[in-house]
């Protein structure tokens, strides 16, 4: 099956700095990555849409400055976490789906940031 | 009112019971997915469906587009399904609501031994 993996799997950083998150598929070539964020014991919150060769398109609320998407491959989509501070700590998760895919999403296993 | 509402929240079972989980929707979807969440965090896709009933293993699958509900179903329920279970739906709408997910607040099971 299809196959998409995240790195890193934990991260800590300290307030200030910039954390840059990736997101593969592997076997398959994604024209579209969705990019999540989960709260403990909440469900799923879509940041972004990257589509491959175009800019993101996000969701209301959320900062593109601070949640800089990139989608530079059919392949590769990376999220960057710029001046991080304590409460952007959380649990960030991506999908992709298939080129020629229709509404079948192939989930990452997750990044959990802890920003100190 | 969530446009995607799971029923029970919480869920607790002994080992070889039957499960079933319920979603309930309320906007116009091309398709349905039920995920599954373990402690770790990474999510599975379970299945994706758009009507009928599907089948893998000993889980069961099963919308009613008309009633606009869908039922994740475990048969001889393991500790292993331990998890949280999420429902999930791609809404018909298009322009950059194409492909999203609408996601229900999920299901915590737990299945005793």
């Known amino acids: 099956g299809a196959v998409v993996s995240q790195h890193p799997s934990r991260v800590i950083c300290k307030s200030g700095t910039s954390v840059k998150i990736e997101c593969r598929s592997l076997?398959?070539?994604?024209?579209?990555m969705f990019w999540y964020r989960q709260f403990p014991k909440k469900s799923l919150m879509l940041m972004a849409t990257s589509n491959e060769g175009s800019k993101a398109t996000y969701e209301q609320g959320v900062e593109k400055d601070k949640f800089l998407i990139n989608h530079a491959s059919l392949t590769l989509s990376t999220l960057t976490v710029t001046s991080a501070h304590p409460e952007d700590s959380s649990f960030y998760i991506c999908?992709?789906?298939?080129?020629?895919?229709?509404?079948?999403?192939?989930f990452g296993p997750g990044t959990r940031l802890t920003v100190t | 009112k969530n446009e995607v509402e799971q029923s029970p929240q919480n869920l607790t079972a002994q080992e070889g019971e039957f499960i079933t989980i319920n979603c309930s929707y309320s906007?116009?979807?091309?398709?349905l997915h039920w995920l599954q969440q373990h402690p770790g965090g990474g999510i599975v896709s379970l299945f994706m469906l758009s009507s009928g009933k599907k089948k893998h293993g000993r889980l069961i699958a099963t919308i009613n587009i008309q009633e606009k509900h869908s039922s994740l179903h475990i048969t001889a329920s393991h500790p292993r399904d331990s998890a949280v279970y999420i429902c999930a739906v791609t809404r018909n709408a298009g322009g950059t609501s194409y492909g999203k997910l609408t996601f229900g607040q999920g299901t915590i099971l737990t299945v005793h031994p």
């Open positions: 906007v116009g979807i091309s398709a």
């Open positions: 076997d398959f070539q994604a024209t579209t």
């Open positions: 999908s992709a789906r298939a080129l020629g895919g229709l509404f079948e999403q192939y």
